[in-house]
Structures are given as C-alpha cells and as structure tokens.
C-alpha cells in the first residue's frame, strides 16, 4: 500500500514540475484514496489546492506582465499558509516551485518577445530572472539578473538574487561579495525564503536560532555573516563610497542616540557600517597605517559602547 501512495506522490511531483497542475492533483487523489490520512498527501494537496484557488484570479486581469507580477506576489503569503499547516515536505515544496515559477515565466517571456521596448525594464528582467532560478535553468537567470543589476545599480532585491544563482553555480566568492553588498543596501527588501543557496540558508538559519523575530534576522544577518566569515570578502571603498557610508554612520548614531525606539533596525544597520568601516581601514592603501589602526581602534570601541556582546565575538 505505501509503495503505491509513494508512486503516486512521485507521480504528482513530476507532473507539478511539467507545469501539469490538473494531473498533480488526479494522482494525489488517488493516493488519498489508498489511505486518507497520509500527511504528505494532505499536505500536497492543501498546497495545490490554495495556488490554485488564486490562480483563479489570473483570469481578471487584462496586462500579461501583470499577471506574471502578481503570481511572485503570492509567494509571501503562501509562507504564512504554509507556517499555519505544520512542517512542510521539502519535495513538495520543490515541485510547487518549479510549477509557480514556471507559469509565471510564461507572463514575462511574452512580455520580452512582444517588442524592445521593455529593454530598460528592470523590474522585468529581475522577475524574469526570479523565475529562470525558480525553474532550475541558473544560466539564463544570471543572464537576466546580471542585466537587471546593470539597469537598477544598488538594489538589493536584484543582487540577493544574483548572489543566490552564483552560489548554486558554486561560484561562492563572487556569491559572498554580492551578499554582502545587498544586505548592506537593503535587507528588508530582501525575500529570505526565496532564497535556495545552503551558503545562505544555513546562515539565515542560524541568525533565526538565537531568538531574533522575522523582521530582525535580515538585519542581523549581515551582522553575523561578518561574526561568522560568511561574508569574508572585502574591499577598500571608493572616496565617494567612503564619505556615503561615514554619513550614513553619522545619521544612524544620532538615531539611536535620540531614538530607542528605533533600535530593531538601527542597531544592526550600524554595527554593520561599523564593520564595513573597519574593514576599508585593513584594506586602505594610501593612509598611513599608524592612523589607520587608530581609527580601527576608535570605531571598535563605538562597537562596545553599543553591544558588548558582539565586540567580545568580533574582536575574538
């Protein structure tokens, strides 16, 4: 009986994956009717059955490439469905993605064919890319998000997701660098759980076990990424970059200084440019090191003052 409900399983997964979302359904029936209480079964069948209760929806919108936007809008709240059913099945998790993506990738390649006049959009190329990493096909997607990163520079959305595809290429230098700049840009705007890479799981992963709540472990993890030598690849900031980071270092101690309340993100938003700073003094090459290492010293006693607890980790 089991080895038949597996089959069955397997069988809706695979046609999930097809893009067959009709047929997914027919053999997990079937496999309910083998034995109705199988959790994964249940399980499967919830899933499908909310993404297609919303797929409905497709058929009230008139603009293709809103179409394809508003299927990506549905992934955070299909997170919130899948915390409130219980523990999630990894395979079936895979196959809706690889099923999602692939229908939303339908929407935005129609809108690419139709004319060049989408050649500066870079939300487009973003979502398209978002889908090529969704379906499993990484070349096209760093082909997409690397063009979307030349049109939208310094958006953290488009390079946590550049960052991701490099890291399940393996390419994980280049990963670590584009990590460390997206979540220094912008850590809200970044969707962790669409995130694939273990570089990055695993250290989100950690971040969530030492207490921080969903709205802080995208702070923290640039935080830890540093604690942790995740992001270990640095480099010396142009003057220009230099003088934007002191600036932002400057409104963000006022800020702290002047409003507690802000704390959530502001500390470690600050802690973080703190590293950043100290890490262009280690790699500065034109100031003499003498003031360098004193600069060095000045900053990790901010850090002190601030949080004694990741000083101590810091500094060890």
């Avoid at 190329?125 to 379906?135: D, E, N, V």
């Avoid at 993890?221 to 942790?228: E, F, H, K, M, S």
């Avoid at 003031?291 to 010293?297: K, P, Y």
Wanted: charged fraction near 30%; aromatic fraction near 12%.
């Amino acid at each position: 009986m089991n080895s038949s409900v597996e089959r069955l399983i397997q069988e809706a997964y695979d046609s999930l994956k097809a893009s067959d979302a009709m047929s997914a359904m027919e053999a997990l029936e079937e496999a309910l009717k083998i034995d109705y209480e199988h959790p994964e079964v249940v399980y499967a069948l919830k899933c499908i059955n909310w993404w297609q209760e919303r797929m409905k929806q497709l058929s009230e919108l008139s603009e293709v490439y809103e179409k394809g936007n508003f299927i990506l809008s549905l992934w955070k709240p299909f997170y919130i469905f899948m915390d409130r059913i219980g523990p999630g099945y990894e395979k079936c998790v895979y196959a809706l993605r690889r099923y999602v993506f692939a229908v939303a990738l339908k929407f935005f390649k129609e809108v690419l064919t139709e004319s060049d006049d989408n050649s500066d959009n870079a939300l487009l190329f973003l979502q398209a890319g978002r889908c090529y990493k969704g379906c499993g096909n990484y070349e096209l997607a760093i082909k997409y998000l690397e063009h979307a990163a030349r049109l939208k520079k310094d958006d953290g959305a488009t390079l946590s997701e550049l960052a991701d595809v490099n890291a399940l290429l393996e390419e994980t230098r280049y990963a670590k660098v584009l990590f460390r700049e997206a979540f220094f840009l912008a850590p809200q705007a970044i969707d962790l759980r669409s995130l694939e890479s273990e570089l990055i799981i695993r250290l989100r992963d950690k971040v969530a076990s030492l207490g921080y709540s969903e709205q802080e472990i995208a702070e923290w993890i640039p935080v830890y990424g540093n604690l942790y030598g995740v992001f270990s690849v640095k480099r010396e900031l142009k003057p220009i970059e230099l003088r934007k980071l002191k600036d932002s270092i400057f409104a963000l101690e006022n800020e702290v200084k002047n409003r507690p309340e802000s704390l959530l993100f502001s500390k470690p938003r600050l802690l973080n440019r703190y590293f950043w700073l100290i890490d262009h003094y280690e790699n500065v090459k034109e100031d003499p090191r003498r003031e360098a290492a004193l600069l060095i010293e000045e900053t990790m006693l901010k850090i002190r003052v601030i949080d004694p607890a990741i000083y101590e980790q810091f500094r060890n």
